[in-house]
Nanobody, 120 residues
């Protein structure tokens, strides 16, 4: 079970930090990721982190502004979002799966979405 939190409404240029707690399962052999979705659009990859070596990957649109990290002891993954833009507005979903991929089909577990709204 994944529990996401931290969304909200901010101004362009502000920062937000999303968190996702993995409860009740062994995440240490897995990867976790964040995806985002706007109404009527596909769910798109944002960032991923691999538990065993903390390797990270980012979508080009967020590289340099977003940072994914983990708290190993708490089975928690964070997404620090800086310099937010209006186009970052979306529902953000955390996901977990066995592979370090950008394809959402490789992720077996999903948290509930958390809304991020960025206004100009």
């Amino acid at each position: 079970q994944l529990q996401a939190s931290g969304g909200g409404s901010v101004q362009a240029g502000d920062s937000l930090r999303l968190s996702c707690v993995a409860c009740g399962w062994n995440t240490h052999a897995s990867s976790m990721a964040w995806f985002r979705q706007t109404p009527g659009k596909e769910r798109n990859f944002v960032a991923a982190i691999r538990w065993r070596d903390r390797k990270t990957n980012y979508a080009a649109s967020v590289k340099g502004r977003f940072s994914i990290s983990m708290d190993y002891a708490k089975n928690t993954v964070h997404l620090q979002m800086n310099s937010l833009k209006v186009e970052d507005t979306a529902v953000y979903y955390c996901a977990a799966g066995p592979a370090f991929e950008t394809d959402l089909r490789t992720y077996s577990y999903w948290g509930q979405g958390t809304q991020v709204t960025v206004s100009s």
